[in-house]
T-cell receptor
Framework: GDSVTQMEGPVTLSEEAFLTINCTYTATGYPSLFWYVQYPGEGLQLLLK?????DKGSNKGFEATYRKETTSFHLEKGSVQVSDSAVYFC?????????????FGQGTTLQVKP | DAGVIQSPRHEVTEMGQEVTLRCKPI?????LFWYRQTMMRGLELLIYFNNNVPIDDSGMPEDRFSAKMPNASFSTLKIQPSEPRDSAVYFC????????????FGEGSRLTVL
């Protein structure tokens, strides 16, 4: 079945460092891909998304490019802030634009130190 | 818009007791999802509804768990009898008609079964 694999955390960085969180997926169709973020004590919220190959999603300085050839959707940010400390989830939906169920990765905890 | 509203935010109960978690979706959203989050298993989809009808309950761990959606503005997740291994954060999430693939999460209900 469809699945999402994320790099294990926690990831600890100093403020202004470059961030990469790896995400790869397995899917039989043409999924939409998402990154969600969970701040402490809160529910998940959508960070960015991409619906087809080569699309780049971006928001709040974060970016991720849908790479069909490598089945990847790595999250990047050029300069992290302490406020970016959170858990990041990669997810896929098996039908583009569909609000059917999402399959989430295990989550990667990011801690940014001042 | 008030967002997805869950109650209670925290519940501490003893093994064997019945637990009922509640969710009020965003008005107009026709998909509703119940997720469970634990350190060991990450984020697991338990069940989801479309237009108040259960579509996929394959994630419900066992018969002790049941979920209902009697109308478009209310859903419950019930555990009877509860066990210590049910301790987790339970999230309700909804999705709307726009078919963007975005889920809107509540703040979660943290359940502790002693």
């Amino acid at each position: 079945g469809d699945s999402v694999t994320q790099m294990e955390g926690p990831v600890t960085l100093s403020e202004e460092a470059f961030l990469t969180i790896n995400c790869t997926y397995t899917a039989t169709g043409y999924p939409s891909l998402f990154w969600y973020v969970q701040y402490p004590g809160e529910g998940l919220q959508l960070l960015l998304k991409a619906t087809k190959a080569d699309d780049k999603g971006s928001n709040k300085g974060f970016e991720a490019t849908y790479r069909k050839e490598t089945t990847s959707f790595h999250l990047e940010k050029g300069s992290v802030q302490v406020s970016d400390s959170a858990v990041y989830f990669c997810a896929l939906s098996d039908r583009p634009g569909n609000t059917g169920k999402l399959i989430f990765g295990q989550g990667t905890t990011l801690q940014v130190k001042p | 818009d008030a967002g997805v509203i869950q109650s209670p935010r925290h519940e501490v109960t003893e093994m064997g007791q019945e637990v009922t978690l509640r969710c009020k979706p965003i008005s107009g959203h026709d998909y509703l999802f119940w997720y469970r989050q634990t350190m060991m298993r990450g984020l697991e989809l338990l069940i989801y509804f479309n237009n108040n009808v259960p579509i996929d309950d394959s994630g419900m761990p066992e018969d002790r768990f049941s979920a209902k959606m009697p109308n478009a503005s209310f859903s419950t997740l019930k555990i009877q009898p509860s066990e210590p291994r049910d301790s987790a954060v339970y999230f309700c999430a909804t999705a709307g008609l726009a078919r963007t693939g975005e889920l809107f999460f509540g703040e979660g209900s943290r359940l502790t079964v002693l």
